[in-house]
Nanobody, 121 residues
């Protein structure tokens, strides 16, 4: 069983930065894909970014590419989402997920509890 715990959310003004963390425990993750999703009020949960745990290869949604950076620290079993140049439309609950592939919520069997990010205009 894999357990994920997000942290680092909060309130920032537009143009500011936040770094989200996701601590991974349980089974060792070797070839897993780690991902970030977000869900704003009244909207579907959407893909934000993913990283292959072993290789570090990353992929981003068009809406965040160039502003957000996903990384992982193998020694700490932790993944991060560095969010810069934040916009009001980035306001959402952000979720960490673990799976094997994909950009759909159904591709990921393991999920964290979510952390709120609010960006004021």
């Amino acid at each position: 069983q894999v357990q994920l715990v997000e942290s680092g959310g909060g309130l920032v003004q537009a143009g500011g930065s936040l770094r989200l963390s996701c601590a991974v425990s349980g089974r060792t993750i070797g070839s897993y894909v780690m991902a970030w999703f977000r869900q704003a009020p009244g909207k579907e949960r959407e893909f934000v970014a993913r990283i292959f745990w072993g290789s570090g290869t990353r992929y981003y949604a068009d809406s965040v590419r160039g502003r957000f950076t996903m990384t992982r620290d193998v020694a700490k079993n932790t993944v991060y989402l560095q969010m810069n140049s934040l916009k009001s439309e980035d306001t959402a609950v952000y979720y960490c997920a673990a799976g094997n592939w994909g950009v759909l919520t159904s591709d990921y069997p393991y999920w964290g509890q979510g952390t709120q990010v609010t960006v004021s205009s």
